[in-house]
Structure formats: C-alpha cells, structure tokens
C-alpha cells in the first residue's frame, strides 16, 4: 500500500468516527498542510462543512455553533500560526464550558525546529486550556492504526462532553503528498470490515446525592426563614422548571441572572426577581436583605451589587451547585458545594422536605414588592432619543417567538440584565462569559445562527470593530442576524469607574474613541444598515429585520457621559423609592 492510500484510509476513518460519534459540523479554515482532514471532510456523506478563511472569526464562529445546540463542533486549520489564531476561542470555550474539537494539521517531526516554513511548536500549544491533547501519528493504514484513530476520534468527542465540556485538541503531523485518492474503494470503512462492526459508546449517568446526604443538607435548612435560590449563567433547558417549582414550594424569591434561562419561558415566573441588580446597589438595602441562606445554581451572576451583596454576607450559609467539580465562586466566601444534577437535585428536595411554614412569608413580599418598584422605574419609555437601556428594553419587546440573542460583554450584557424582564416567549440568551472578552462577539453569535432561529447581536461599536471579520459568514452562508449596534464611541463601561476621573488620560487609555462609520463595514459584507433615533423607529426596524433574510445592522449612537446619568438617574430613583418605604 503506498503512502497516498494510507494517507486516505487513515484520514477517513478517524473523520468517519467523528461522524458516528455524534459530529454533524465541521469548520475549516483552507490551507495546504490540511489537505487531508478539508478534503476528507468535505467528501463526508454526513458532515457539513463551513468554510472561513479567517481561523480567529471560524474559531468563534464554532464557539457560537456549539454554545448554540450544544453539540461539539469540530475546527480544522493548517499548520503555523493558523494554530495560534484559534487560542482566544479556545480559551473562551475552556472557561464558558463548550464543547470543541480541535484538528490541527502539522509538519512531520523530521522538519520541526529546521526552519521549514509554517513549522511552529504546536504540540500542546494550548496548554491548560484544553481538557485533553494528543499528538496523532504519521498515517498508515495498517488494522491497527485503523483501529488507533477510530479510538481517538470517538475519545475525542467523549472528552469534549465528558464533565464540565470543552475543547479538545489532536495535531496531526501530515508527509506530503497531501491529497488523498478518493477512487479508493470503501475508505469510509476499516480494512477488515464487517456490517456488524459495534460503534463505539460511551454511557454516563448522572450524579445524585444519596438519602443520607439529603438529610444533612435539609438538617442545615432547618429554622433558616429567609432563604435565596440564585440561577446563574447556565445551560441546562430542564432546570427552569424545576428550580421555579422548588421556588414556588418553598415560598422564596429567585434572583435569575439572564443567562441562567430562567427568566424566559412557560414556566412559574411569578416569584422570579429580574431587578435585583438595581435593588442591591444600595447598601442599605443589602444588609435589610440579609439572607439565611443561598442556594446557587450555575455560575456567578453577571451582577456587581449581587458580588458585594455575598461578600457582606460571608457569614450566611452559602451553597453552589455544579453537574460536575468546578469552583466557580469568586467571593472568597465560605462556601460548601454540591455536586450534583440540578434537576435532579430540585426534584429530591421536592421529594423529602416539609418546610411547612418555615420560609418568611414577608421575606418573599419584600422581594417582589422591591421588584416591582425596579421595573416600574426601567420600563419608563423615552419619547426622545433612543438610550442605551431603551435599545436594550425594546429589542426584547420585539424578539420573536424560540429566538437567541447574543449580548457583548460590557455595557451590553449588563443592560441585558437590568432591562430584560420575564416573558412568556422561549428566548435564550447567550453571551461570551468564560473569559469575558469581547473579541470573537459577531462570529460567535452568527455561528449561533446557523441553526436558522433568529438570532439578534447586541453589539458595542468596540466590539463590532474588534470582529468585523466575522460577517464574512453571515454573508457566505446567507444567515439570518440582526445586529443591534450601540455605538458610543468607545469604551462606555469605563465611564461608570473610578477612571474616568483622570481627564487628562481617560479619553486616550479608557474612552477609546475610533470614529468609525459602520455603514460602509455593513455594506461592504452585503448587509442591510438602518438608524434608529428613537424607541418607536428602533421598533419598528426591528420588526422588518426579523421577516426580512440576510444581514441587518441597526445602529443607534449615544453619548457615553449621558448614558452614565441617564443609568444613575434609573439607579437613585429606585434606591430613593424602596429607602423610603423600608428604612
């Protein structure tokens, strides 16, 4: 057998087992070192491709993919620097918890550190934040290396599910000549195929609390009044339900950040807080609000005031919930966790406790009535000029029914959760919250959009600049996104901190104003550009976005200073209104 047949046969069937083990999308960025694994892909009767030259935007773009099904998403790319192009989306995928499948081609070892060009150390080049690597060997096609990458192939999608998810990376150094022989006969299938050949499972179950550690867990509940269930960033489409029911038993409040998936949906929203972002920056208000004890589900809030709030409470009994290990409580609090399915864990204290008239029946009242003084004062409608807190506020009135939107870090993410509020409508918020970047933001949420739902990208002008490579897809692939773009000019979050004090430096180091008009970065990417003034005419172009196909980007510009008072303005009134009720 000679080289260009081992070649094939090796690469097809380590991509055919990705294929049975549960991989539908592969993104690639074209090179020549990886021929092989684009060829082989493309050829494959059951995977799509999505091809994108730029390795950064297609890293994030199947971030967005895989963040969007939750499915791992495989990403192929040749040899150099194209790598190194991958690593913020890796990154974001190892601390946000996605799944990925990392195919990097390679040169063979004989022309590593010789000066071959495109030839960099590739070998564990992500480091830490890759939950698994492995070096692939120089293809051939014995049945024992037919068998080798078939288990690789299939550890590699297990691995990228197993646990709390994430990348995964193979390298595979490939001699030329690289273009397989695809007049090969059955190179889908081992060398000694038979029909009845087992494909490769894995079975995980669920992980559960014991009776006995039920019992401790409620013992330690036992004559605590007033009590908090807190939903964090989090994916699991069950857990809304079941954590509302457990609410609603117990009789206490919800705060839900609004990438928990709790806020959104058929389920019980009436002890649901949205507002409590705006209720704690009080502190006054914190310490009338100590808590007995928080129940936490997800990661940590979005909420700066909610991290104060925990920090002054180190005292109160704190538990955090995880499906798998993984400690994710920056308070330095102490704090006990569980490690269970959340579901699960909602339906067995369902099942065994009987709290009957322990929970504060005012310590609930308290909650909502608080509430509903926050929402009053954050749906107020502007008849002037659309705010940032408006746009925000309007865009949710008008999403469609199933639809995702995608916020920025920043400014953005945080007036998604002070003006988003509970609604019946099925609508998912996804954001880049593993390492709160704002780099990959466009590519992330148009390869949410590959699905076909309708997605909307809630995006600030610095990162809209820092991605407009990312557009590139949703013209290539005629998706439809509409992008709602805040532009103020600059860093509008750095105007809410203590360095925007310093006159002299701010602008240049924080403000970051880039003057750039986005009409001709939409155009040039075959998209739609519309401006907004006002709340009435954002809706209404909103609205034609969403039955119209293809790319739209609706722009509304404000002042970063006048966005500042107009948040604080929102802020003082409600901190006035609930001091003068409860003081």
Not at 185 to 193: A, G
Not at 250 to 273: C, F, K, N
Not at 290 to 300: N, Q, S, T, W
């Amino acid at each position: 057998m000679d080289y260009t047949e081992a070649l094939t046969r090796y690469t097809a069937n380590f991509i055919d087992e990705l294929a049975k083990s549960g991989i539908t999308d592969v993104v690639i960025s074209p090179g020549s070192r990886s021929t092989p694994l684009a060829l082989v892909v493309t050829e494959h009767p059951n995977l799509k491709e999505w091809i994108l030259v730029d390795e950064r935007s297609a890293a994030f773009f199947a971030l967005g993919m895989a963040k969007q099904t939750g499915r791992p998403v495989a990403m192929v790319c040749t040899s150099g620097t194209a790598t190194a192009n991958y690593f913020p989306a890796i990154i974001e995928a190892y601390y946000s918890r996605v799944p990925l499948v990392v195919l990097t081609a390679d040169r063979p070892h004989e022309l590593r550190d010789t000066g071959a060009p495109q030839a960099i150390e590739q070998v564990k080049m992500y480091g830490e934040y890759v939950k698994w690597f492995h070096e692939m060997a120089i293809p051939e096609a014995t049945t024992e290396m037919i068998n080798y990458v078939r288990n690789k192939a299939t550890r590699a999608v297990y691995m990228s599910k197993e646990g709390n998810a994430g990348p995964v990376h193979l390298n595979f150094p490939f001699r030329e000549p690289l273009t397989p022989d695809f007049s090969l006969k059955n190179i889908w299938e081992p060398l000694d195929y038979k029909e009845e050949r087992p494909i490769s499972l894995t079975y995980d179950g669920s992980k559960q609390l014991n009776a006995y550690q039920l019992q401790l867990l409620i013992k330690k509940l036992e004559n605590r009044r007033r009590g908090l269930i807190v939903c964090g960033p989090q994916t699991d489409e069950n857990l809304a339900e079941a954590v509302t029911e457990l609410a609603s038993e117990w009789g206490i409040p919800i705060l839900a950040d609004p990438l928990s998936q709790v806020r959104a949906g058929s389920h019980q929203l009436d002890q649901v807080i949205e507002g409590y972002d705006a209720i704690l920056r009080n502190k006054k208000v914190r310490d009338h609000l100590k808590p007995d004890f928080i129940l936490r589900f997800g990661a940590m809030p979005v909420s700066k005031p909610y991290l104060f709030f925990v920090k002054e409470n180190q005292e109160t009994l704190h538990f955090v919930v995880e499906n798998h290990i993984g400690y994710r409580d920056p308070t330095g609090n102490i704090t006990e966790y569980i490690f269970a399915d959340p579901v699960n864990l909602c339906e067995d204290l369902l099942a065994v406790t009987e709290f009957e008239d322990q929970f504060d029946s005012e310590w609930l009242k308290t909650w909502k009535d608080m509430n509903k003084i926050a929402k009053r004062h954050l749906l107020v409608q502007s008849v002037d000029e659309v705010t940032e807190g408006g746009a925000v506020r309007t865009m949710f009135d008008v999403t469609p029914e199933s639809s995702y939107v995608y916020a920025a870090n920043s400014m953005p993410i945080r007036d998604v959760d002070t003006f988003f509020m509970t609604t019946n409508k099925k609508v998912t918020i996804l954001a880049n919250r593993g390492a709160n970047g704002i780099d990959g933001l466009l590519s992330s949420g148009i390869g949410a959009a590959a699905s076909s739902n309708p997605v909307t990208i809630i995006a600030g002008d610095l990162s809209f600049y820092h991605d407009m490579n990312g557009l590139l897809a949703a013209k290539k692939f005629n998706l439809n996104v509409t992008i709602l773009l805040i532009n103020n000019n600059g860093g509008g979050i750095f105007s809410f901190l203590p360095q925007s004090n310093d006159k002299k430096h701010f602008e240049a180091l924080f403000g970051t104003p880039i003057d750039i008009d986005f009409r001709y970065a939409t155009f040039m990417y075959g998209g739609k550009y519309a401006r907004a003034r006002t709340e009435g005419e954002l809706r209404e172009l909103l609205q034609t976005s969403y039955q119209q196909e293809g790319l739209h980007v609706i722009e509304i510009k404000t002042d970063r200073s006048e966005n500042v008072d107009w948040h604080r303005q929102k802020w003082n009134a409600i901190e006035q209104e609930i001091l003068e009720r409860w003081s």
